[in-house]
């Protein structure tokens, strides 16, 4: 009977500790970008959409409060209106204070093209496109 009870009164007990999990980790994002290519709003939606569900097994290898990841976007058009892209993605140290991050890259991922006859907008879709193929190729790197 004691057994019975016990198992009554932990079930509930596990089933709540199972769902109240802690968050996740917040990762330092840095964005280091031509501002006419992209924008650090737009930066920071990519590296969160590039980090979500990764940063559990993310957080076990490489721990948030000593890492963090920087992205720089440039470009712009040639004079024959052919938009050119390069962007980098980095895994970078977090200094001693915390609040930054040391440029002494760990990973590094680089994503480039050029696209002919391009407007303003398909330019920034185009370094959007880039950054997220650099950020997806730093984290994959890192995590399966």
Not at 61 to 67: M, S, T
């Amino acid at each position: 009977m004691t057994n019975r009870l016990a198992c009554l009164i932990a079930a509930p007990l596990l089933a709540l500790a199972a769902t109240a999990h802690a968050a996740d980790p917040v990762y330092i994002t840095l964005d280091h970008s031509t501002d006419g290519v992209m924008d650090k709003a737009v930066a920071q939606a990519v590296w969160k959409d590039a980090l979500a569900g990764k940063v559990g097994k993310l957080a076990k290898l490489y721990p948030a409060k000593r890492w963090g990841f920087v992205s720089e976007v440039e470009g712009g058009f040639t004079q024959s209106k052919t938009c050119v892209i390069t962007a980098r993605a980095m895994m970078m140290p977090v200094t001693v204070s915390g609040r930054s991050l040391l440029f002494k890259p760990n990973k590094t991922a680089t994503a480039f093209d050029a696209l002919p006859g391009a407007t303003a907008e398909q330019c920034k879709d185009l370094a959007k496109a880039k950054l997220r193929e650099a950020a997806d190729s730093v984290l994959s790197s890192l995590v399966p």
